[in-house]
């Protein structure tokens, strides 16, 4: 019953700002890396950003960093992605997911590689950046 669902897409003006909301249910997300991967049309799945559960700093793919902030709100099981200074790059359908794999600080190493298998994802929600 793991499940994840993403809020907040909608259409934004370039050097806009947009937040994406991920609820997660099913498991303590608490103990697990959270990550926010986006898909443009006819693209690649790409990391965004990745939040640790554990000592391990928050990752950000270089195209993103200084702009956006993934944050937790533990109490109500919501990862966001905050985004600022959007570019028409950025359009693109985002995803949030976790490996539930436990872990120790080390998870959003790896979040680049994280697929279907072995890992949980929301359907995502489409952020157009347009003018």
């Known amino acids: 019953q793991v499940q994840l669902v993403e809020s907040g897409g909608g259409l934004v003006q370039p050097g806009g700002s947009l937040r994406l909301s991920c609820l997660a249910s099913?498991?303590?997300?608490?103990?697990?890396?959270i990550g926010w991967f986006r898909q443009a049309p006819g693209g690649e799945r790409e990391a965004v950003a990745c939040s640790s559960s554990s000592d391990g700093p928050d990752v950000y793919a270089d195209s993103v960093k200084e702009r956006f902030t993934i944050s937790r709100d533990t109490l109500n099981s919501k990862v966001y992605l905050h985004m600022n200074r959007m570019k028409p790059e950025d359009t693109a359908v985002y995803y949030c997911?976790?490996?539930?794999?436990?872990?120790?600080?080390?998870?959003?190493?790896?979040?680049?590689?994280?697929?279907?298998?072995?890992?949980?994802w929301g359907q995502g929600t489409q952020v157009t950046v347009s003018s």
């Open positions: 997911a976790t490996d539930l794999v436990p872990d120790l600080g080390t998870r959003c190493k790896g979040a680049a590689q994280w697929g279907p298998l072995g890992n949980f």
């Open positions: 099913g498991f303590n997300m608490d103990y697990y890396a």
